[in-house]
């Protein structure tokens, strides 16, 4: 069986996580991996609609869809919306590289209730790739430099928008593995007609779903081992609030 890092290593590893996309004052970083569609077309994304709904309209959509979660009873700092999973999503089981019996009380296991609705549509893709489990190193992760949004929560992994996904588990037992099964090469293109060509076969399993996740807009960024060193064993997938951009590098 595959294994991968603790979600406490992760936590130093990656909190130095750049900003890797700036939008200001409707100044774009040039950026061949950036897609900036024309606002009508990126206020229909899923990620879009996701990530503006109030708290109410999206824990409602999450039991429209009678996905089994639980609302943190406390505030959590920089989480708008926070819930814990309770259960599979198209059956797929996500959960942290903690032990079973941490897992209850870790806050890498909180999230936004936006965050959720995206990967509940998330599982429906890794469901058709027979996926039955998601392992991450975070979701809600404090200790990173996080920006205000206009909605009032943290953006990033401190506002719960965001997850690192390490592994994903065949219903056979294969595993999907980013550090082993993805080798890194950064600046490569990951989707589209000059993409990367990757040699595994479950290299190029990875890379398609995340291509067909981007195809959808599910998420506003998707970062892969072509991003950088630090990504080079996880996916990081975020949605963001008030954007019109998609970056999948």
């Known amino acids: 069986m595959a294994?991968?890092?603790?979600?406490?290593?992760?936590v130093s590893a990656l909190g130095t996580l750049a900003v890797f996309v700036v939008l200001s004052a409707g100044i774009a970083r040039a950026d061949a991996h950036l897609?900036?569609?024309?606002?009508?077309?990126?206020?229909?994304?899923?990620?879009?609609?996701?990530?503006?709904?109030?708290?109410?309209?999206?824990?409602s959509e999450l039991v429209r869809r009678k996905v089994a979660f639980e609302r943190e009873p406390h505030e959590v700092p920089g989480v708008r919306t926070p819930v814990r999973l309770g259960g599979p999503l198209h059956g797929v089981t996500i959960h942290s590289s903690?032990?079973?019996?941490?897992?209850?009380?870790?806050?890498?296991e909180i999230l936004d209730a936006r965050l959720a609705l995206a990967?509940?549509?998330?599982?429906?893709?890794?469901?058709?790739?027979?996926?039955?489990?998601?392992?991450?190193?975070?979701?809600?992760?404090p200790n990173d430099p996080g920006t205000l949004e206009k909605s009032g929560g943290l953006s990033r992994h401190p506002g719960g928008m965001a997850i690192d996904v390490g592994l994903l588990r065949k219903r056979d037992g294969t595993a999907l593995t980013v550090e082993f099964d993805w080798p890194p090469a950064m600046g490569a293109e990951t989707c589209g007609a000059?993409?990367?060509?990757?040699?595994?076969?479950?290299?190029?399993?990875?890379?398609?779903?995340?291509?067909?996740?981007?195809?959808?807009?599910?998420?506003?960024?998707m970062l892969t081992p072509h991003f950088n060193r630090a990504h080079r064993d996880h996916l990081h997938l975020e949605v963001k609030s008030e954007v019109k951009w998609f970056l999948v590098e």
């Not at 294994?3 to 992760?10: G, K, Y």
């Open 35 to 59: 897609e900036i569609p024309p606002p009508a077309v990126a206020e229909r994304s899923l990620a879009y609609r996701y990530a503006n709904l109030d708290d109410e309209g999206a824990l």
């Open 3 to 10: 294994t991968i890092r603790s979600a406490s290593i992760r």
């Open 194 to 221: 000059r993409a990367r060509h990757v040699i595994g076969r479950k290299g190029r399993e990875l890379m398609s779903i995340v291509c067909e996740a981007a195809d959808e807009r599910l998420f506003h960024v």
């Open 98 to 108: 903690l032990p079973k019996e941490a897992r209850t009380t870790t806050p890498f």
């Open 119 to 141: 990967l509940d549509d998330f599982c429906a893709i890794l469901a058709n790739h027979d996926v039955v489990e998601l392992v991450h190193f975070t979701m809600y992760r």
